[in-house]
């Protein structure tokens, strides 16, 4: 199965400029697509761990890292029925001063993470991932 329709479908968006999917079980936390020239494809193994916890009492107050970089936790309803999505924003640095929203969500066998653009906020980043994470969920994908 080729998951790089996926990424297309989520980068379509005029809100989305970067996505990926990675693997979810644990031993299998690799890249299974992303977008060309993005930098999220360096998510690593421990942050999708640390994401996909069923304890992640500490990320509100630690935040969450992809690929390296420090986010707040805005909303996290990942284990949460009919939802499975997450809301993070990248704090700003010297080096990134644009606060880049992005949305997590997770399947049965994946997870989906899309960066926003840089004057999207995260309503309007979440929709193409609620939608491709509710379709994958329905497929016992």
């Not at 329709?5 to 999917?21: G, H, R």
């Not at 500490?58 to 997450?86: I, S, W, Y």
């Not at 004057?119 to 939608?131: E, R, S, T, W």
Request: proline content about 5%.
């Amino acid at each position: 199965m080729s998951w790089d329709s996926y990424i297309s479908s989520l980068t379509k968006s005029e809100w989305v400029d970067d996505a990926v999917i990675i693997g979810s079980a644990p031993g299998q936390e690799s890249v299974w697509a992303s977008s060309p020239g993005g930098w999220l494809c360096q998510v690593k193994p421990s942050e999708v761990q640390a994401i996909v916890a069923s304890d992640r009492s500490g990320l509100f107050a630690n935040g969450v890292t992809l690929a390296g970089r420090k986010c707040t936790l805005l909303r996290d309803a990942l284990h949460v029925e009919g939802q499975n999505t997450m809301d993070v924003k990248m704090k700003t640095s010297d080096t990134e001063p644009d606060p880049f929203s992005f949305t997590i969500g997770k399947s049965h066998k994946a997870i989906i993470i899309a960066k926003g653009t840089k004057d999207a906020h995260g309503g309007k980043v979440n929709p193409p991932v609620f939608d491709m994470t509710a379709y994958l969920r329905k497929m016992n994908m």
